[in-house]
């Protein structure tokens, strides 16, 4: 009897050993020596550039606040411009008081009129709507910020969601940590990025234990990118393990019960 509890222990322990990761599975750039320079990476933040149906903060200012208020009727709104924010019931305030640009590509203001944006950067689109504030205004400060940059993270992160960024750049990393991080059964080395792009969806593999994914071009997320982190081999392993464990521990317990009786 003693050898039989003796070999289920060791088979319990063989069985949770042989489950457990090691943590450089989870490591991120594994490669990068110590005080290494990486020059040239991350590449430059890609310019944005303006489509239909993106929803657009637009401020504009001048020494007149009854002018202020008909242009900012959710005066405040660049409280939420701070970092980001995870979309749960309902959308932010700021959201709902946005331009939205028309499928044309324009968008419409009182006074000012219609005006083209689709296609142009943030900056681009600013300075297109001061010039034509210039023409009713005296001395009007524009400001243009993206509303609808939000983008799905899914798989095995912590808290998987759809997060709103309002800082205007976003990497893989920002968006795994705003889903607060990996879990223990993360395929850190095939993280896939899958973009919609005007004619097609492209998805990218990136590998995250290189220094190599600072080259990628989906380094930096678009809007409406989806970050999925797969489960590795480990997860149904792990899972079937800790059941076979709770079992072999009840065994072992009904044994040693047993043989307790029968002395």
């Given at each position: 009897?003693?050898?039989?509890?003796?070999?289920?222990?060791?088979?319990?322990?063989?069985?949770?050993?042989?489950?457990?990761?090691?943590?450089?599975?989870?490591?991120?750039?594994?490669?990068?020596?110590?005080?290494?320079?990486?020059?040239?990476?991350?590449?430059?933040?890609?310019?944005?550039?303006?489509?239909?149906?993106?929803?657009?903060?637009?401020?504009?200012?001048?020494?007149?606040p009854e002018v202020n208020q008909l242009y900012n009727p959710s005066q405040g709104a660049d409280n939420y411009f701070s970092g980001t924010q995870?979309?749960?019931?309902?959308?932010?305030?700021?959201?709902?008081?946005?331009?939205?640009?028309?499928?044309?590509?324009?968008?419409?203001?009182?006074?000012?009129?219609?005006?083209?944006?689709?296609?142009?950067?943030?900056?681009?689109?600013?300075?297109?709507?001061?010039?034509?504030?210039?023409?009713?205004?005296?001395?009007?400060?524009?400001?243009?910020?993206?509303?609808?940059?939000?983008?799905?993270?899914?798989?095995?992160?912590?808290?998987?969601?759809?997060?709103?960024?309002?800082?205007?750049?976003?990497?893989?990393?920002?968006?795994?940590?705003?889903?607060?991080?990996?879990?223990?059964?993360?395929?850190?080395?095939?993280?896939?990025?899958?973009?919609?792009?005007?004619?097609?969806?492209?998805?990218?593999?990136?590998?995250?234990?290189?220094?190599?994914?600072?080259?990628?071009?989906?380094?930096?997320?678009?809007?409406?990118?989806?970050?999925?982190?797969?489960?590795?081999?480990?997860?149904?392993?792990?899972?079937?393990?800790?059941?076979?464990?709770?079992?072999?521990?009840?065994?072992?317990?009904?044994?040693?019960?047993?043989?307790?009786?029968?002395?």
């Amino acid at each position: 009897m003693k050898r039989i509890n003796f070999i289920i222990s060791v088979f319990i322990l063989a069985t949770l050993f042989s489950s457990c990761r090691l943590s450089r599975d989870l490591a991120y750039f594994q490669d990068i020596e110590q005080e290494q320079s990486l020059f040239g990476v991350p590449e430059k933040v890609p310019e944005y550039r303006i489509r239909p149906l993106d929803n657009l903060y637009v401020s504009i200012l001048t020494q007149d606040p009854e002018v202020n208020q008909l242009y900012n009727p959710s005066q405040g709104a660049d409280n939420y411009f701070s970092g980001t924010q995870q979309m749960s019931a309902g959308l932010p305030s700021q959201y709902i008081n946005g331009y939205q640009v028309e499928p044309d590509g324009s968008i419409t203001f009182s006074i000012l009129g219609t005006i083209p944006v689709a296609g142009l950067t943030l900056i681009e689109a600013q300075n297109r709507i001061k010039s034509k504030a210039l023409e009713f205004l005296e001395d009007p400060m524009v400001k243009v910020k993206i509303l609808s940059f939000k983008v799905n993270v899914t798989g095995e992160v912590r808290n998987p969601g759809l997060f709103y960024n309002y800082q205007g750049k976003l990497t893989v990393l920002d968006a795994i940590s705003m889903a607060n991080g990996i879990t223990d059964y993360a395929k850190v080395n095939k993280v896939h990025v899958i973009r919609q792009e005007k004619f097609s969806t492209k998805t990218y593999n990136l590998d995250l234990t290189s220094k190599k994914v600072f080259e990628s071009e989906a380094f930096y997320l678009q809007p409406d990118d989806l970050v999925y982190v797969p489960p590795g081999k480990f997860k149904n392993t792990g899972m079937n393990s800790q059941n076979l464990s709770v079992t072999l521990s009840a065994l072992s317990t009904v044994l040693i019960a047993i043989s307790y009786f029968l002395r």
